[in-house]
């Protein structure tokens, strides 16, 4: 089931839902994944948007089967339009994770609050990010909270030209290797297109990742590239003038 449209003016929703039984062969067999979003403006500046999406796995909770995780993800915020082409955003994400199955007993929550400025004008425009999390071990009564950083930066210096860089750091502190909302790296990359016709353009981009593991001491730290190039092209077909 997927829909996407404005029912009501100036209101946006996007509503999906998907169910696979245990006996389906094909992709994502005995699975569920179910979504809606809402987004609609409070005034001329300021946008409201909400959403919230659930998945299941092992419907049945087959043990044979392994785990069965029941996760939920509820997201809200606003986001104010500011003079000379500045923005602030304010959200707030909070995820729930069980295990239905009987021989696993695990319980994570995450809360998290984001607040994001940038500017989006001419050949230049950038973004930072702030994100503070707190993670609940329930079963261990545990709670670790750490903080995260972005930013982000994209120029055209020429006719169909841009060029991107982007970055991430942050401190985590808790010892369950499990999480969604917190990340647990450090990164840096950056990006090139050229865009020599409407339809058609190249691009190259390259991310560098640093990731290593307070909860696990013995386990090494973890440097990885990744490089990517390709061509994208759009053909439109139009279709064939029906005859009256």
């Given at each position: 089931?997927?829909?996407?449209?404005s029912p009501f003016k100036a209101v946006d929703?996007?509503?999906?839902?998907?169910?696979?039984?245990?006996?389906?062969s094909g992709r994502n067999s005995d699975s569920?994944?179910?979504?809606?979003?809402?987004?609609?403006?409070?005034?001329?500046?300021?946008?409201?948007?909400?959403?919230?999406?659930?998945?299941?796995?092992?419907?049945?909770?087959?043990?044979?089967?392994?785990?069965?995780?029941?996760?939920?993800?509820?997201?809200?915020?606003?986001?104010?339009?500011?003079?000379?082409?500045?923005?602030?955003?304010?959200?707030?994400?909070?995820?729930?994770?069980?295990?239905?199955?009987?021989?696993?007993?695990?319980?994570?929550?995450?809360?998290?609050?984001?607040?994001?400025?940038?500017?989006?004008?001419?050949?230049?425009?950038?973004?930072?990010?702030?994100?503070?999390?707190?993670?609940?071990?329930?079963?261990?009564?545990?709670?670790?909270?750490?903080?995260?950083?972005?930013?982000?930066?994209?120029?055209?210096?020429?006719?169909?030209?841009?060029?991107?860089?982007?970055?991430?750091?942050?401190?985590?502190?808790?010892?369950?290797?499990?999480?969604?909302?917190?990340?647990?790296?450090?990164?840096?990359?950056?990006?090139?297109?050229?865009?020599?016709?409407?339809n058609s353009s190249v691009y190259g981009n390259?991310?560098?990742?640093?990731?290593?593991?307070?909860?696990?001491?013995?386990?090494?730290?973890?440097?990885?590239?990744?490089?990517?190039?390709?061509?994208?092209?759009?053909?439109?077909?139009?279709?064939?003038?029906?005859?009256?």
């Amino acid at each position: 089931l997927l829909y996407q449209g404005s029912p009501f003016k100036a209101v946006d929703i996007v509503l999906s839902s998907r169910r696979s039984d245990p006996g389906f062969s094909g992709r994502n067999s005995d699975s569920a994944r179910h979504a809606l979003s809402v987004a609609f403006p409070l005034s001329r500046r300021l946008r409201f948007n909400v959403s919230c999406n659930r998945y299941e796995r092992n419907l049945e909770s087959d043990e044979q089967r392994g785990s069965a995780p029941r996760e939920d993800l509820y997201r809200g915020g606003v986001s104010m339009k500011l003079p000379w082409q500045w923005f602030v955003a304010l959200h707030y994400d909070f995820f729930d994770r069980a295990d239905s199955a009987p021989a696993i007993a695990r319980r994570l929550r995450e809360h998290s609050t984001r607040l994001a400025a940038g500017r989006n004008s001419g050949p230049l425009s950038y973004r930072l990010e702030a994100r503070r999390t707190r993670v609940e071990n329930v079963f261990r009564r545990r709670n670790y909270s750490s903080w995260n950083y972005d930013i982000s930066m994209t120029c055209r210096p020429g006719r169909g030209l841009f060029l991107s860089i982007s970055g991430g750091f942050g401190d985590h502190e808790q010892e369950w290797g499990e999480r969604y909302l917190l990340r647990q790296k450090r990164y840096f990359g950056g990006s090139v297109r050229w865009q020599w016709t409407t339809n058609s353009s190249v691009y190259g981009n390259y991310r560098r990742n640093d990731v290593d593991y307070p909860d696990q001491p013995m386990r090494e730290r973890a440097e990885t590239d990744h490089y990517g190039a390709g061509w994208l092209s759009l053909i439109h077909i139009s279709e064939p003038t029906r005859p009256y």
